[in-house]
């Protein structure tokens, strides 16, 4: 089986303002299910990694680096 990190990717398809919108509502509609709040911070950086502003690599190494500056205040 192969390694899924190893599997050439696509680029992703751009999306367009509505798929961007029913793609967020899907991920507040989850997390509402687990019982957690889709915050403004949430969403602002969902709605970054769907346009394409940034990677979902980078999402999460910026919100880390954010718990982490809070953590150690």
Not at 15 to 43: C, N, Q
């Amino acid at each position: 089986m192969p390694i899924p990190s190893d599997i050439p990717r696509q680029p992703a398809r751009p999306l367009s303002p509505t798929d961007v919108e029913i793609e967020l509502a899907g991920i507040k509609a989850g997390l509402e299910m687990g019982g957690l709040e889709f915050t403004d911070l949430a969403e602002q950086t969902a709605r970054s990694v769907l346009i394409g502003e940034l990677t979902g690599e980078e999402a999460i190494a910026r919100n880390l680096a954010e718990l982490n500056r809070r953590l150690a205040q």
